[in-house]
Nanobody, 118 residues
Framework: QVQLVESGGGLVQAGGSLRLSCVAS????????MGWFRQAPGKVREFVAV????YFVDSVKGRFTISRDNAKNTVYLQMNSLKPEDTAVYYC???????????????WGQGTQVTVSS
């Protein structure tokens, strides 16, 4: 059974940093794209970043980085210079295409809350 478990969320002041982790289990994902999405209250889930063909949503470019450790089946999202508008539940996802489209991802974690105070 495939399972994705995120961790590392929390409350941070604007300008601060957090590192999210997502550990995948149940199969090996080294050949898959691993991505991050987020969903703020009252908003649709939006793409943040993906690693395979690595790219980011414009609003986080220069502030967020994504990396992976295939030996640990883990993907990370390093978030620096956080802003209140980054507040959301962050989800990791695994898919075969590495796109920015929600529907292209097959497996999802349960999410981790990130709250940035002003």
């Amino acid at each position: 059974q495939v399972q994705l478990v995120e961790s590392g969320g929390g409350l941070v002041q604007a300008g601060g940093s957090l590192r999210l982790s997502c550990v995948a289990s149940g199969r090996t994902f080294s050949s898959y794209a691993m991505g991050w999405f987020r969903q703020a209250p009252g908003k649709v889930r939006e793409f943040v970043a993906v690693i395979s063909n690595t790219y980011f949503v414009d609003s986080v470019k220069g502030r967020f980085t994504i990396s992976r450790d295939n030996a640990k089946n883990t993907v990370y999202l390093q978030m620096n210079s956080l802003k209140p508008e980054d507040t959301a539940v962050y989800y990791c996802a695994v898919g075969s295409t590495g796109s920015r489209w929600y529907s292209d991802y097959e497996y999802w974690g349960q999410g981790t809350q990130v709250t940035v105070s002003s």
